[in-house]
């Protein structure tokens, strides 16, 4: 009994296919003007980040009439020979301990005398030029404010 099956009949099929592909191919665009239209579209999208880098820039400055935010920064020289700087701005009542707490608005708690903010794991307390840092569950780390 014959089932059908050729190698000639496989061979044709993957000529025409072949022939098919060709023939698609040769109706796309000259590889040239892809190449070209690629880098446009390049140049154009490198502008548009550079111009928006310049938008970010402008943005960054408060409107006409609006004075910014007063921020008051203290360098920390700390016991285990680390630097840190903490952001204060007390018109928001809030702190950001840099590196650590980069993005990180610690809230300011009242306390009797001195500062205290504390969020996400990390509580800074103050008076004067001494400081303490804890950060979770490590011991307090003694800083010393400088200038």
Partial sequence: MRSGFTWEAV????T??????????????????VDLDFAAKEAAIQA?????ANARVAAAE?????????????ALS????SMRTLRYFPEQGIAILLPEGRGKELQME?????????????????????????????APLACTAEG
């Fill in 78 to 81: 700390c016991a285990d020979g």
């Fill in 11 to 14: 061979a044709m099929w993957w």
């Fill in 16 to 33: 025409g296919v072949l022939a098919l592909g060709l023939a698609l191919a040769a109706c796309g665009p000259d590889r040239r003007q």
């Fill in 110 to 138: 009242p306390v009797a005398s001195g500062v205290r903010y504390a969020g996400y794991g990390i509580e800074v307390s103050g008076k004067g030029t001494s400081y303490m840092i804890t950060m979770g569950d490590s």
């Fill in 62 to 74: 408060p409107p006409p009439g609006m004075r910014p935010a007063p921020m008051v920064e203290t």
């Fill in 48 to 52: 548009g980040v550079a111009a928006q």
